[in-house]
């Protein structure tokens, strides 16, 4: 994935400016970036904080890693109900 030049946080300060009345043009000027990428950011943070953001991270984190306890526990069943049907 590609490394981008803005952390979310500062990301979030852009789209904050554009919502004091600032122009899209201006603020894609002044920051360098594309209308593009200023609407991709607007569709993905509009509207969040960024204590939200932080909170959705951690979220998104906590809910990967109990996935993974999922996944390991259905191979673990598996593994069992396997040794435990066969005949010895």
């Not at 122009?23 to 970036?33: F, M, N, Q, T, W």
């Not at 998104?60 to 191979?75: F, T, Y």
């Amino acid at each position: 994935m590609k490394k981008t030049r803005f952390t979310e946080a500062q990301i979030i300060g852009i789209l904050n400016e554009q919502e004091q009345g600032i122009k899209v043009s201006d603020l894609c000027r002044k920051h360098g970036i594309s209308d593009a990428t200023f609407y991709n950011w607007k569709s993905k943070y509009g509207g969040m904080k960024v204590d939200e953001l932080k909170r959705l991270k951690e979220l998104e984190q906590e809910n990967a890693r109990l996935k993974r306890i999922v996944a390991n526990q259905s191979l673990e069943i598996d593994i069992i109900k396997d040794v435990l049907s066969k005949k010895w």
